[in-house]
């Protein structure tokens, strides 16, 4: 069994037992979040497609922790004109483990 939730403006494909990095979200470790944004749910040979979410659809996790990703490079470069910039950006994500699907 596995759904597809929106979150963060992102599309993320979740089975029970996953551990995915979301989008910085206001918790805690250890608390427990709702998805009630499934797009999609798929149990054995049945799949329910919402227009745009599925009725009733939700998806439970719990927070197992906060952090920032790697460190991505910019580097602006001009050539023959004197000129680089370098800057650099670590993205803020939470990590959950879902902890169940229902549709």
Do not use: C, N, W
């Not at 709702?34 to 049945?46: A, I, P, R």
């Amino acid at each position: 069994m596995y759904a597809v939730i929106q979150t963060g403006g992102k599309q993320y494909r979740v089975a029970e037992g996953t551990t995915l990095k979301i989008e910085k979200l206001e918790l805690g470790a250890g608390d427990s979040v709702e998805f009630d944004k499934v797009l999609m749910v798929q149990s054995g040979d049945s799949i329910k497609v919402g227009q745009p979410f599925v009725e009733g659809g939700k998806v439970t996790a719990t927070v197992v922790s906060q952090g920032r990703h790697k460190k991505v490079r910019i580097i602006k470069f001009r050539r023959r004109k004197h000129h680089m910039k370098q800057m650099g950006h670590r993205q803020y994500y939470t990590e959950i483990q879902i902890t169940g699907i229902s549709a």
